[in-house]
């Protein structure tokens, strides 16, 4: 197994994450039995996410003060059930979850017919073609000079300062670096601040694209559950998950959430942020969904406007409120925070396309515009997709978002989302599993259904939801190589 690919998990961390009373007050059977359904817990949840590298038998059973015949007796449990599998002279691994396809890549290359529900990228904003020929006419006058701008054009960042210092957070031009998309600038920061084995703290459910990036770069993801209705109890478990693991970044999502739509009220963002701070925990906030508020909720004060500007780096995108085609994106930070950003930015990228940065800079200008066109779209496809999943898939349960652009819905027992996925394929509907929002075999109950797409095709999508529901989705999970039946 690619070492890069893997992360590892220490003896006594994972020790302290077994919950001893499990053990102790376990009177109906041996003991290794216990330890196995603790471990199996841990994976199921996600909190040990699938291709960890597991502790020793011998490191393991100190860390637990039990014998090493009962860590072995646990672990050739977990292996005969296919929880856990052993590669020989490189330990012992938590079983990947089948073999998925990129994140990215998962909307594919379709077909006209083809129904995507995969991505929640909305199309593109009516203000879009005019910025486009606004910035084609201003391109003109750009064509002798050699056509990169490293940090991004110097008027593009001085309209997203603006934007910031709009919302209360004193910025200038020096605090951004402009990039293509926010899915460079995720990369670019994770990039910049992940040594090997880092831990990053992560929202559960959490946006794909950073597990996969997070473990990519050899750190791993500690899994915080959040409770849209229980904002206290998230900064309560994160701070518990930064005690307990020792995190040096976490990468929360403060509103609209993707995909639970959780939004932290002002109090709870600001004790959060604070918390993070204390444990020196650098805080990545994505904005990408900040601006999608759809009932008119007012907005709230930014993460990290109340801590020291060196706690937070912020990603900001135009990909949501106006197009995922138009690929500019950013990073905003303390200077000499971004200072790094950027080098490590430089090494990947020489310049975000002038043309689009353009455009960017005629829509911050009438970002106001925007914001309402986008959410007078959003409300819409909303509605009607709330609307027709309480008629056709009244077992589905979900929250409805005020803000965002999907909906994350529990499914109904006996429904998994990865045979529902595989069954609505090759119906030529695409989504995405479940269980790509989790750290590994969490959320298989779960699906997301991005409201982003044109009326009729929601429709189309929801009939074909309806008709695989009622026929009874057969139940067998696409992560291929976990066990049907549990220890
Ligand atoms: C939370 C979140 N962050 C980042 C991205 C990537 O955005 P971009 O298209 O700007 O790269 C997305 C896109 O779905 C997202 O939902």
Redesign the pocket.
Request: aromatic residues 4%; proline residues 0%; hydrophobic residues 40%.
């Given at each position: 197994m690619d070492s890069l690919d893997t992360t590892s998990i220490s003896a006594s961390e994972l020790a302290a994450r077994i919950d001893p009373s499990t053990l102790r007050d376990r009177s109906d059977g041996p003991l290794y039995l216990g330890i196995a359904d603790e471990l199996r817990r841990l994976i199921e949840s996600g909190e040990v996410a699938a291709q960890t590298r597991l502790p020793a038998e011998r490191a393991l059973s100190i860390s637990l003060d039990v014998s090493r015949v009962t860590v072995a007796s646990a672990y050739r449990h977990l292996r005969d059930s296919g929880w856990i599998s052993a590669q020989r002279g490189s330990g012992t691994y938590v079983s990947p979850t089948g073999s998925l396809p990129s994140w990215g890549s998962l909307a594919g290359d379709r077909d006209a017919a083809t129904l995507e529900l995969v991505?929640?990228?909305p199309s593109a904003s009516p203000l879009l073609a005019d910025a486009y020929a606004i910035a084609a006419e201003r391109v003109r006058g750009r064509f002798d000079a050699g056509g990169y701008a490293p940090l991004g054009l110097l008027e593009l960042r001085e309209a997203i300062a603006a934007y910031y210092r709009g919302r209360g957070v004193p910025t200038t031009a020096e605090n951004i670096l402009v990039t293509?998309?926010?899915?460079?600038?995720?990369h670019a920061v994770l990039a910049t601040f992940t040594e090997p084995g880092a831990r990053v703290l992560v929202e559960h459910p959490t946006?794909p694209?950073?597990v996969e990036l997070t473990h990519s770069l050899g750190g791993r993801c500690i899994p915080v559950p959040v409770d849209p209705d229980d904002t206290e109890g998230f900064v309560a478990a994160a701070d518990r998950a930064a005690r307990q693991s020792a995190p040096t970044l976490a990468y929360f999502?403060p509103d609209f959430?993707?995909p639970s739509g959780a939004r932290l009220p002002l109090h709870t963002r600001r004790q959060l942020s604070a918390t993070m701070h204390r444990h020196s925990v650098l805080t990545i906030v994505?904005e990408?969904?900040a601006d999608l508020s759809l009932d008119g909720s007012p907005d709230l004060e930014p993460f990290g406007a109340a801590t020291p500007d060196i706690a937070t780096v912020t990603?900001g995108?135009?990909?949501?409120t106006v197009w995922?085609g138009l690929?500019?994106?950013w990073v905003r930070a303390e200077a000499g925070r971004l200072a790094h950003v950027a080098a490590t930015y430089a090494r990947r990228q020489l310049s975000v396309s002038i043309l689009d940065q353009l455009a960017a800079v005629e829509l911050m200008g009438k970002y106001d515009e925007v914001r309402r066109v986008r959410a007078d779209l959003s409300r819409a496809t909303r509605d009607h997709t709330v609307a027709l999943m309480r008629d056709h898939l009244p077992d589905w349960h979900f929250r409805v978002p005020d803000g965002g652009?999907s909906l994350w819905c529990s499914l109904p027992d006996g429904i998994r989302s990865s045979a529902l996925v595989a069954e609505a394929h090759s119906r030529g509907l695409l989504l995405a599993p479940g269980l790509r929002f989790g750290t590994g075999y969490a959320f298989d109950d779960h699906q997301r259904i991005p409201f982003t797409r044109s009326l009729p095709e929601i429709s189309s999508a929801v009939e074909i939801l309806a008709r695989l529901s009622s026929a009874g989705t057969p139940t067998p999970s696409i992560a291929s190589n976990r066990p049907a039946a549990v220890v």
């Open positions: 991505n929640a990228s293509a998309g926010a899915t460079d600038a995720i946006y694209g950073v999502m959430s993707n994505d990408v969904a990603i995108s135009t990909s949501k995922g690929r500019v994106g652009l």
